[in-house]
């Protein structure tokens, strides 16, 4: 397999594992998104879709908009590295549906974990906004690739 790669897949490979690393840090670690222990509160979940990215909006200036934009463009921005990188690391992620339903499924599993260890909280409009976020990189990483090849073109005339 990495004898295959070229040098750029195997930097995307490293920037890859270095990117889920983080996620997995933010996600289940770090105390400044509020990973606390779960016996210093009670667990919370979100069933409904749209009742916390609402919740959210309609409360932004009790919470403050710092709060409003993390929760709902922190979830997207957070996927978009693992739409873009998908595609140089695999080549069956150079399809969108295999794109939306991988990030939609590793969004899954983050808020299953989160559900089963009960950190942070299980909400479906993350399972919403972090597959949009996949599916943003993706269509960042095709855009992408359009202009190199142009530019690879145009090179060559």
């Known amino acids: 397999m990495i004898r295959n790669t070229t040098r ?36 919370a979940y979100n069933l409904e879709l749209f009742k916390e990215i609402k919740r959210f909006y309609i409360y932004r200036h ?17 996927f978009v ?27 899954l599993c983050i808020e299953v974990t989160q559900l089963v260890f009960r950190v942070g909280s299980f909400d479906v409009d993350d399972l919403l ?8 990189g993706f269509f960042t990483y095709r855009m992408v690739q359009k202009f190199r090849i142009r530019r690879k073109i145009r090179g060559k005339r």
Not at 10 to 37: D, P, T
């Open 129 to 136: 906004l972090n597959t949009m976020g996949g599916a943003l």
């Open 62 to 78: 009790q919470l403050g908009l710092e709060a409003f934009l993390l929760n709902v463009f922190g979830n997207i921005v957070g």
């Open 8 to 43: 750029n897949q195997k930097l995307g490979w490293v920037l890859f594992i270095a990117y889920l690393a983080s996620l997995v840090y933010f996600m289940f670690f770090a105390e400044s998104f509020g990973r606390v222990s779960q016996n210093q509160r009670e667990y």
């Open 81 to 107: 590295p693992f739409g873009f990188f998908l595609p140089i690391v695999s080549r069956r992620g150079r399809r969108w549906y295999n794109a939306f339903f991988l990030s939609f499924g590793l969004s």
